[in-house]
């Protein structure tokens, strides 16, 4: 089968990197992909949120599967788009509708959703323009830190946190003013819900599912989880608090009822979901959901994973996913971003980037990189995960700092504490 991955990220890369080792995939393509993928593939240069051009690319390379790596696509409705065209009927697609998007696409839904087929979720209500004086009575009845999520899709940058009433009341203007844009026409407000947060990922067909190990990423720039947000330093696999009996609250409280909720609601949904999780106090509450895999998690969770993963697609594609197996080792991940000097805020590209010959047995996952003149430069604020799998977290973390530390472009940064809080 030819199969098309759509993104360009170190997410992308793990897939392109999983999929070239199935002997079920005959041709793999990625669109637009970076400098790593095309050592699993071709790449296809096109916009991911262009559908005309996914379109053309899928009908041109005979592709039977797109695996759809970022939300943006699924949120604007790539499903719909292929459903409505014949020529593309035959074509499948790993990642839900527009209907099924909305648990990403629009916080305001997934807390409703949440409400509706109580799942544990922190209390929240959601305001517009013309609610702001409720929205201000709110916070009151709220303890700090305060928690103001822009509905919309913002890039991971929606989200505030504001440690005093008036700051919220001030945060809550602003959105509502247009500091997101659209994404902030509706605000959700919710209660700060203290513990430690998981990652925990699901393969459905909108009926069945199958749990993918669970990973734990780190979103600061700065040592200690300090400093501003990015799309991701660095992530473990396992995670050591996510034991049996937490795992087993996630499939009975959060998973579950999420897949019967959708039934109930007739979303149909083919992919993924990521639940992002905090423990609170050994409890499992939805933080959010995502409908596609996580970056930098994938990173991690992937290569664990034994099972060729064209048989998990099959299956839930052939409605076989109810006995399906999904086998993963008891190995340690730790996967390592490699970032530009000054992300996330202003930083360079194009600096030439040199890996040494031996990696250890490191698998390098390229993020922000292309090739000029057949050389490698950096292309993004993310340039590449190092992912080392051994038989503890700590080995894993020490021999991909190790690698990571051996790669060189100017201005390199990598976080050197990833799994502090969980020794
Ligand atoms: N209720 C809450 N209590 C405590 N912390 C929270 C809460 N909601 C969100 N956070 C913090 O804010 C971060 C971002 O929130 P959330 O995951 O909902 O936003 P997002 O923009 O969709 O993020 P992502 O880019 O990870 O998808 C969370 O990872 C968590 O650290
Ligand atoms: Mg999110």
Redesign the pocket.
């Known amino acids: 089968m030819n199969v098309l991955i759509l993104g360009s990220g170190g997410r992308e890369h793990a897939l392109a990197w999983k999929l070239s080792k199935s002997t079920k995939v005959s041709n793999l393509f990625i669109a637009p992909g970076n400098g790593g993928t095309q050592a699993c593939g071709t790449n296809i240069d096109l916009s991911p949120t262009d559908f005309d051009a996914v379109a053309n690319a899928c009908l041109q390379t005979k592709t039977k599967m797109v695996i759809v790596g970022p939300e943006a696509p699924l949120v604007e409705g790539i499903v719909e788009y292929f459903q409505d065209r014949d020529e593309l009927k035959h074509i499948t697609i790993i990642g839900p509708g527009k209907k099924g998007a909305q648990l990403e696409g629009s916080?305001a839904f997934a807390k409703e959703f949440m409400k509706k087929f109580d799942i544990p979720t922190?209390r929240y209500a959601a305001f517009t323009k013309e609610t702001l004086n409720e929205g201000i009575a709110f916070i009151d009845t709220l303890q700090p830190p305060y928690?103001l999520?822009a509905d919309g899709l913002?890039a991971?940058k929606?989200?505030l946190?504001p440690e005093t009433a008036d700051e919220a009341k001030a945060e809550l203007k602003n959105m509502l003013d247009g500091k997101f844009g659209k994404a902030g026409d509706t605000v959700v407000i919710?209660?700060?819900?203290k513990g430690i947060?998981v990652s925990c990922f699901c393969y459905t067909n909108g009926k069945d599912y199958v749990m993918l190990p669970e990973a734990k990423d780190y979103?600061r720039i700065g040592h200690g989880d300090t400093g501003l947000n990015t799309g991701g330093m660095g992530s473990i696999s396992p995670v050591p608090f996510a034991d049996k009996a937490f795992l087993k609250k996630v499939e009975e409280q959060v998973v579950k009822p999420t897949i019967q909720g959708l039934q109930q609601s007739q979303i149909p949904y083919h992919g993924f979901i990521f639940f992002?999780l905090?423990n609170v106090a050994g409890d499992p509450y939805v933080?959010?959901y995502?409908v596609r895999l996580g970056d930098p998690e994938t990173e991690s969770i992937l290569p664990r994973i034994e099972t060729d993963i064209m048989e998990m697609y099959e299956a839930g594609t052939a409605d076989r996913l109810k006995d399906f197996e999904l086998s993963f080792s008891n190995q340690h991940a730790a996967s390592v971003m490699l970032v530009s000097g000054g992300y996330p805020e202003q930083y360079e590209k194009g600096l030439p980037i040199m890996i040494p010959e031996n990696q250890h047995d490191c698998i390098l996952l390229h993020a922000g990189t292309t090739l000029k003149n057949n050389n490698l430069v950096t292309s993004g604020g993310r340039v590449m995960a190092v992912t080392s799998l051994q038989k503890s977290m700590d080995k894993a973390l020490k021999a991909a700092m190790s690698v990571a530390e051996q790669i060189n472009y100017e201005k390199k940064y990598f976080r050197k504490d990833l799994g502090f809080d969980l020794k």
């Open positions: 916080k922190a928690v999520k913002a991971g929606g989200v946190i919710e209660e700060f819900l947060e979103k992002g905090m933080i959010e995502n």
